[in-house]
Protein backbone atom coordinates (compact mmCIF):
# COMPACT_ATOMS: atom_id res chain seq x y z
CA UNK A 1 0.00 0.00 0.00
CA UNK A 2 1.68 3.54 -1.20
CA UNK A 3 1.52 5.95 1.33
CA UNK A 4 2.44 9.58 1.35
CA UNK A 5 3.05 11.54 4.21
CA UNK A 6 3.80 15.52 4.23
CA UNK A 7 5.99 17.53 6.75
CA UNK A 8 7.23 20.75 7.75
CA UNK A 9 4.25 23.03 7.36
CA UNK A 10 3.60 25.65 10.17
CA UNK A 11 2.98 29.29 10.73
CA UNK A 12 5.45 32.15 9.23
CA UNK A 13 5.58 35.74 8.24
CA UNK A 14 5.22 37.55 4.81
CA UNK A 15 8.59 37.47 2.83
CA UNK A 16 9.76 34.42 4.86
CA UNK A 17 10.87 30.81 3.62
CA UNK A 18 9.78 26.79 4.24
CA UNK A 19 10.39 24.06 3.41
CA UNK A 20 7.92 20.97 2.71
CA UNK A 21 8.71 17.39 2.51
CA UNK A 22 6.92 14.32 0.74
CA UNK A 23 7.76 10.97 2.18
CA UNK A 24 6.35 7.77 -0.04
CA UNK A 25 6.37 4.61 1.01
CA UNK A 26 4.71 1.40 -0.09
CA UNK A 27 5.77 1.59 -3.53
CA UNK A 28 8.42 2.62 -6.42
CA UNK A 29 9.21 6.73 -5.87
CA UNK A 30 11.54 6.81 -8.98
CA UNK A 31 8.89 5.82 -11.05
CA UNK A 32 5.91 8.36 -10.08
CA UNK A 33 5.09 12.01 -11.07
CA UNK A 34 4.92 13.78 -8.17
CA UNK A 35 3.08 16.91 -7.35
CA UNK A 36 2.29 19.46 -4.88
CA UNK A 37 -1.23 20.71 -4.65
CA UNK A 38 -3.32 23.41 -1.61
CA UNK A 39 -6.41 24.05 -0.85
CA UNK A 40 -6.96 27.20 1.36
CA UNK A 41 -10.11 28.23 3.66
CA UNK A 42 -12.89 27.47 1.09
CA UNK A 43 -11.83 27.31 -2.44
CA UNK A 44 -10.75 24.21 -4.35
CA UNK A 45 -7.85 22.50 -4.62
CA UNK A 46 -5.24 23.70 -6.76
CA UNK A 47 -2.30 22.74 -8.22
CA UNK A 48 1.15 24.31 -7.32
CA UNK A 49 3.68 22.16 -8.77
CA UNK A 50 4.87 18.91 -9.92
CA UNK A 51 7.88 17.16 -11.13
CA UNK A 52 8.77 14.26 -13.62
CA UNK A 53 10.13 11.20 -12.57
CA UNK A 54 13.99 11.70 -12.47
CA UNK A 55 13.63 15.34 -11.32
CA UNK A 56 14.69 16.90 -14.69
CA UNK A 57 11.43 18.53 -15.67
CA UNK A 58 9.11 20.76 -13.38
CA UNK A 59 6.13 22.69 -14.03
CA UNK A 60 4.89 25.19 -11.94
CA UNK A 61 1.48 27.53 -11.42
CA UNK A 62 1.54 31.13 -12.57
CA UNK A 63 1.11 32.03 -8.77
CA UNK A 64 3.74 30.64 -7.58
CA UNK A 65 6.49 30.53 -10.67
CA UNK A 66 9.77 32.36 -9.40
CA UNK A 67 9.23 31.93 -5.37
CA UNK A 68 8.83 27.96 -5.04
CA UNK A 69 10.88 24.79 -6.01
CA UNK A 70 9.60 21.43 -6.19
CA UNK A 71 13.02 18.94 -6.27
CA UNK A 72 13.04 15.26 -5.41
CA UNK A 73 15.35 12.96 -4.26
CA UNK A 74 14.97 9.34 -5.80
CA UNK A 75 17.12 7.34 -3.04
CA UNK A 76 15.07 8.73 -0.42
CA UNK A 77 11.78 8.77 -1.95
CA UNK A 78 10.74 12.16 -0.80
CA UNK A 79 9.68 15.10 -2.11
CA UNK A 80 10.20 18.74 -1.49
CA UNK A 81 8.76 21.75 -2.10
CA UNK A 82 11.08 24.80 -0.84
CA UNK A 83 8.82 27.97 -0.73
CA UNK A 84 9.98 31.27 -0.32
CA UNK A 85 8.82 35.07 0.00
CA UNK A 86 5.81 33.48 1.45
CA UNK A 87 2.33 35.49 1.02
CA UNK A 88 -0.71 35.63 3.26
CA UNK A 89 -2.05 34.12 0.12
CA UNK A 90 -0.20 30.99 0.13
CA UNK A 91 -1.88 30.09 3.46
CA UNK A 92 -3.98 26.75 2.36
CA UNK A 93 -3.26 23.14 3.22
CA UNK A 94 -0.62 21.42 1.00
CA UNK A 95 -0.88 17.94 -0.24
CA UNK A 96 1.72 16.32 -2.21
CA UNK A 97 -0.27 13.01 -4.72
CA UNK A 98 1.71 10.50 -6.98
CA UNK A 99 0.98 9.09 -10.47
CA UNK A 100 2.31 6.72 -12.78
CA UNK A 101 3.27 7.36 -15.78
CA UNK A 102 5.53 10.70 -17.30
CA UNK A 103 3.57 13.56 -17.46
CA UNK A 104 3.15 16.20 -15.38
CA UNK A 105 -0.74 16.99 -15.12
CA UNK A 106 -2.41 20.21 -13.16
CA UNK A 107 -5.18 17.89 -12.58
CA UNK A 108 -5.88 16.74 -9.27
CA UNK A 109 -8.20 13.63 -11.10
CA UNK A 110 -5.35 12.30 -12.35
CA UNK A 111 -2.91 11.69 -9.22
CA UNK A 112 -3.77 8.65 -7.77
CA UNK A 113 -1.77 8.81 -4.42
CA UNK A 114 -2.87 11.36 -1.61
CA UNK A 115 -1.09 12.46 1.64
CA UNK A 116 -3.25 13.77 4.59
CA UNK A 117 -1.87 17.28 3.95
CA UNK A 118 0.37 19.70 6.39
CA UNK A 119 -0.75 23.85 7.01
CA UNK A 120 0.90 26.37 5.65
CA UNK A 121 -0.21 29.84 7.28
CA UNK A 122 1.61 32.63 6.55
CA UNK A 123 0.60 36.30 8.44
CA UNK A 124 0.60 39.33 7.12
Known amino acids: QVQLVESGGGLVQAGDSLKLSCTVS????????MAWFRQAPGKEREFVAGIGRSGTTTYYADSVKGRFTISRDNAKDTLYLQMSNLKPEDTAVYYCASRSGTTIYPTEGLYIYWGQGTQVTVSS
Open 26 to 33: GGTFSTTV
